[in-house]
């Protein structure tokens, strides 16, 4: 399989959700790990962290990783919040030329999510039910969703559109809408796919050619249940251990894998495990559990990459 693996910075509790001035990992220290670990890339997490610019490129050479991707998410159903947003999508597409200037073998996914709203995120998997759209913010998702993919394609990428639980493309439904509509092809999340009522193996018979880049993770079912069923949102979800190693949860990752292998999947896949670190919980311990974790998730993968 002539896939690649990379880690992110969302299995060690860095990206949006990190509280506001939280002690967390340092970038060199996750880096080194992902590389003894045998991963080949990082996703960008939060602008900033990995650096920017010559800060960046070293980086990512001194610890032989490419960049895989970067989440950029925007308000795609809104035109003015659209418009305001733009900063940040041009801002985040500089980080990644400036990464690309190390000539990497596979240019990393600009990877764009859709921003959702306070009720879908306090509702995830129950997206329909707390906010539909309306015709209208639907079309208007659609053409903000196609103006940004331009937007990436002149910077010199190929953008990837990643279905979010607490989004308004988060069920199978909403991504078969999304994806009839667009030139734009898909990140298979599979954890967030779980939350949203649908299964990989599923989306990948019916859009395995339209899937560009891939976000593995494993789930706790029953742990997600038990969240969803007290009316948890996304914040309760990542905080609760929800997402596991691989193996130890329930979503099928060999089917999911074979599934790939069989299409001929090219891509980065990005090994994920959302989590946000207790209150508890040293930054020691919690650094050698993720640790820990990582070795157990890079094996799983090896009999395919």
Avoid at 18 to 26: F, K, M, R
Avoid at 123 to 138: F, I
Avoid at 177 to 190: A, K, M, N
Wanted: with cysteine; net charge negative; glycine share 12%.
């Amino acid at each position: 399989m002539k896939a690649r693996v990379a880690g992110a910075p969302v299995s060690f509790g860095v990206f949006e959700m990190t509280p506001e001035g939280a002690t967390v990992l340092d970038p060199d220290d996750m880096l080194e790990l992902l590389l003894q670990t045998g991963h080949t890339g990082v996703d960008l997490g939060p602008v900033g962290y990995l650096g920017r610019g010559a800060e960046l490129r070293s980086r990512l050479q001194r610890w032989q990783l490419e960049l895989a991707g970067g989440w950029v998410e925007l308000p795609f159903s809104d035109d003015e919040a659209f418009a305001a947003a733009l900063p940040e999508l041009d801002d985040a597409l500089r980080v990644f030329g400036e990464a690309a200037e190390n000539g990497p073998s596979l240019l990393p996914k600009p990877t764009l999510a859709d921003h959702g709203s306070e009720a879908r995120k306090s509702a995830p998997g129950r997206g329909a039910e707390a906010e539909r759209l309306a015709v209208a913010a639907w079309d208007r998702l659609l053409a903000n969703a196609e103006t940004a993919a331009a937007r990436v394609r002149a910077a010199g990428f190929e953008p990837t559109f990643h279905h979010h639980a607490g989004t308004f493309v988060e069920s199978p439904d909403e991504i078969d809408r999304f994806l009839e509509s667009v030139d734009i092809d898909l990140t298979l999340d599979t954890g967030h796919l779980l939350i949203g009522g649908g299964r990989s193996v599923d989306v990948l018979a019916r859009w395995g050619a339209r899937v560009n880049h891939v976000h593995l993770k494993d789930v706790d079912a029953s742990e997600l249940s038990r969240v969803l069923a007290v009316g948890g949102g996304m914040t309760e979800v990542w905080s609760s251990g929800a997402f596991v190693a691989f193996g130890a949860g329930d979503i099928d990752l060999t089917g999911v894998m074979t599934a790939l292998d069989d299409g001929g999947f090219e891509g980065w896949i990005v090994i994920e495990q959302d989590v946000l670190p207790g209150a508890d919980v040293t930054l020691r311990d919690f650094r050698d559990q993720r640790a820990a974790d990582q070795r157990v998730n890079r094996d799983f993968l090896r009999p395919w990459c």
